[in-house]
């Protein structure tokens, strides 16, 4: 998942729920598991310049509250509802995988509602009527189910915002730990979190991170992403068995 710049919350959780846990707490475990993982291959990606910050900072503030209100109101849906949602959500993110990703060339034409950025030798502009409203209902899903929402931010920001696929990976990483982060103190906060279950994981996790970073700078990610369509889908089939037999 650090390789193409998404959490892998859409495997946490399916999986925690197949070994017990209990669909709010590996909600907020696997959000635990994301901020861990992400930290790790964010380093890997800022030591390569493909991690653009100030990109970062405009898009994810957004992204954060909606993660906030998503976990901390979780508990008004039941465990049962959750799942068909982060099953619709898996679907979802398994269809915007598979679309053909085109990056768009800035013009240099300045347009209203735009901010441009030049940035690891590449221009482009970032629709912000498109991209802060977006990112909010993004996060607000995403702290639901317990993901990080990495799966919609990288189609987002290259389908919609133009940025390369390289740079969006790499800043998608950072997003990914601050939604998490948002998405885990609003769980955290109802009394979610068990230590037991996440520290253990979260330090393989943080293995995972480091490795996935190293081979993604040397990877071009499009060619990943056929495979983690495939596998999305499948964690989406599996969840929502998972509903209907509960």
């Not at 317990?146 to 800043?171: D, E, N, Q, W």
């Not at 991170?209 to 495979?227: A, C």
């Not at 369509?229 to 509960?246: D, Q």
């Amino acid at each position: 998942m650090s390789m193409v710049g998404r959490g892998g919350g859409n495997f946490y959780v399916p999986i925690l729920v197949f070994l017990g846990l209990e669909i709010h707490q590996a909600a907020t475990t696997a959000q635990f598991i994301l901020i861990a993982a992400a930290v790790a291959s964010a380093l890997i990606y800022n030591k390569h310049r493909t991690l653009d910050w100030k990109l970062a900072l405009l898009i994810e503030p957004p992204t954060n509250i909606g993660a906030f209100i998503g976990g901390y109101y979780s508990h008004v849906f039941t465990g049962t509802t959750l799942k068909f949602i982060f099953s619709g959500l898996l679907v979802l993110a398994s269809l915007f995988m598979l679309r053909p990703v085109r990056e768009k060339a800035y013009d240099g034409v300045k347009k209203k509602g735009y901010w441009y950025r030049e940035f690891g030798g590449y221009r482009y502009a970032v629709p912000l009527w498109v991209a802060v409203p977006v990112t909010f209902c993004t996060g607000l899903a995403a702290g639901l189910a317990g993901v990080s929402g990495g799966s919609f931010k990288i189609p987002l920001m290259v389908l919609a915002c133009g940025v390369p696929m390289r740079i969006a990976v790499g800043t998608s990483s950072a997003m990914v730990a601050a939604t998490a982060t948002s998405g885990f103190i609003g769980h955290a906060l109802r009394g979610d979190f068990n230590p037991e279950w996440a520290i253990p994981i979260a330090a393989a996790a943080v293995v995972g991170g480091l490795l996935g970073g190293r081979l993604s700078v040397k990877t071009d990610p499009d060619k990943l992403k056929l495979v983690f369509a495939g596998t999305t889908m499948l964690a989406a089939v599996f969840m929502f068995a998972n509903a209907l037999m509960t």
